[in-house]
């Protein structure tokens, strides 16, 4: 047990000594008598005791095991504790009157679940977030009559106060006080920034009963960021609700971590993925776009204020294909993979975002894992069976490259990055040739590439065994990312773009293999692009010489 003291400036500690040898599961505090009280789980049961001024203990109850710390409450005078359907109250003063009660068999399709209790009076929710409150346990214990209200879906945590009134909060986020004289309506104090105090346990126990549900909460599925807004799209965990909700949130430019909720909206439960556009410089690139399961996408755009968001009512998609994957939103384009017939093979299709119209369609040759942009006017999409690279050309795509492999791919002006298992491999997203590779100790599920204020490029990676960062690449602003009047010969573009100064072994960079133009003819021959493609891009990177710098 610890002592601390506020000494005005903080918290200071003052004693730490060991009472016991079993777990502490709950302790309280007596402000009036001051006492401190343990609940003190020995396995076969659980006891109260006093916490005497030479550290020793002083049983004054005994309790049933299994009890959860909420499920436990001490006053000056008993002690309560919630167990299934009935709640009990044990006398711990020597003179009291009363004898051990407890409310009997009720609410049988129901479970108390969370307790509390002050002076005389208790306190108790079920699962359902009908909250029971007595007053006078002393004198009547728990089996006349109590006041009830029923505002919360779920039961939320509880305070009683010394005015009279009753404090809850949980799912909603919102922070309810009770007049226990009044009709059982609450006044809503300031909203809270997130449910209150929520837990996995449940879900990752497995029980999902009635009874094993004890607390709901919104998860987050799906997050977007932008320059000054982050989209997010939640469910309700352990709460059955026929919608999503997406919220919009305000970015504050003091602080990334601060952050305030701009709009919030219903969505379809079968919302499963949004998106936009990074860089909202461009008036037609300032929407998110909600896509549904079966292929309607919603188009969500800032209202006249420029501050808020509403839902587009004249733009939106209606067709229904079955999504699989979509990209980011580039210069007005939208990229989105949907199945094709009864086949395993998907189609990308091009939408513009100024009318939501189709500007081309595309064959992905397998089940689309991700479709995006490179941020120059390469369109990749990464399938269950290759990778294929289309250049938005003249106002159409034409098809550059395809690697016959299942890989997963990640793209950005950062650069693009390829793995498979635990093995990461850095390429150039004109000709497919690998710049480098290295491995993790892990099998990576996801990858995500950054630069820093000194724009030093590092790597984030998530693994089965969790987050690694990979930052022995040195990155700098690149020749093809900034316009020069000296073209780039097909022989500088096989050569190393920038030779780190150091590398570690297992992430060293290495130049592309000469070789590397022959991957133009890699793939059967029904999948290459046109020869009148093909033999300008081949003599000019293997016959023409450089220019001179």
């Known amino acids: 047990m610890i002592h601390w003291q506020n000494t005005g400036k903080g918290f200071q500690q003052m004693s730490c000594d060991k009472v016991t040898a079993f777990p502490v599961i709950r302790a309280f505090y007596l402000h009036e008598e001051k006492r401190c009280v343990l609940a003190v789980d020995h396995g076969g049961h659980i006891t109260i005791a006093n916490v005497m001024f030479d550290k020793s203990l002083a049983n004054i109850a005994q309790l049933p095991p299994g009890l959860r710390p909420e499920q436990i409450a001490v006053t000056n005078s008993f002690v309560t504790y919630c167990s299934g359907k009935e709640v009990f109250v044990i006398p711990t003063d020597e003179n009291s009157t009363m004898s051990p009660e407890r409310l009997g068999e009720r609410n049988a399709a129901n479970s108390f679940v969370r307790i509390t209790a002050l002076n005389d009076a208790v306190a108790a929710t079920l699962a359902i977030g009908a909250v029971y409150v007595w007053s006078h346990v002393s004198r009547k214990g728990v089996q006349g009559t109590a006041f009830m209200v029923h505002w919360h879906k779920v039961a939320p945590h509880l305070a009683l106060t010394r005015f009279g009134g009753l404090l809850s909060a949980g799912a909603e986020a919102v ?271 996801n990858l995500i590439a950054m630069s820093d204020k000194d724009s030093n490029l590092f790597v984030v990676l998530d693994t089965e065994e969790g987050l690694y960062c990979a930052r022995d690449f040195t990155h700098s602003t690149r020749s093809e990312a900034r316009p020069s009047s000296v073209s780039k010969t097909p022989f500088a573009s096989l050569a190393p773009l920038e030779a780190p100064s150091r590398t570690g072994a297992r992430t060293a960079l290495r130049p592309a293999a000469k070789a590397a133009v022959v991957r133009l003819l890699d793939g059967p021959c029904h999948a290459l692009p046109p020869i009148s493609h093909i033999a300008p891009l081949f003599i000019a990177q293997c016959l023409a010489p450089p220019h001179q710098q």
């Open 175 to 445: 922070l309810c006080k009770f007049t226990l004289s009044g009709a059982g309506r609450p006044n809503m104090l300031p909203r809270l920034a997130a449910p209150v105090s929520f837990s996995l346990e449940n879900v990752a126990d497995g029980d999902m009963s009635f009874v094993g549900i004890t607390q709901t909460f919104p998860d987050v599925e799906q997050v977007f960021f932008t320059d000054s807004v982050i989209v997010t799209l939640e469910k309700i965990i352990n709460f059955e609700e026929d919608h999503k909700r997406l919220r919009f949130w305000k970015r504050s430019k003091s602080s990334d971590l601060e952050m305030q909720v701009l709009e919030s909206f219903m969505v379809p439960k079968d919302t499963i993925s949004i998106t936009g556009s990074e860089d909202v410089s461009l008036s037609d690139d300032k929407v998110i776009l909600s896509i549904m399961s079966c292929g309607k996408v919603n188009v969500w755009i800032p209202c006249e204020d420029g501050k808020r968001f509403k839902l587009d009512p004249t733009r939106h998609i209606d067709k229904r294909y079955e999504f699989h994957a979509g990209s980011k939103i580039h210069k007005a384009m939208w990229a989105s993979a949907h199945s094709e017939g009864a086949g395993n093979t998907d189609v990308l299709i091009v939408w513009s975002t100024v009318d939501m119209s189709e500007i081309e369609v595309l064959r992905a040759n397998g089940r689309a894992r991700s479709v995006e942009f490179d941020g120059r006017g390469h369109l990749l999409c990464a399938t269950d069976r290759s990778v294929r690279c289309w250049m938005h050309v003249a106002m159409r795509f034409e098809f550059v490259w395809v690697v016959e492999q299942p890989l997963s791919v990640r793209v950005s002006p950062l650069g693009a990055f390829a793995w498979s298992g635990n093995r990461v491999m850095e390429f150039d997203v004109e000709t497919a040739a690998l710049k480098g590779c290295f491995e993790l100790e892990a099998p990576i599920r």
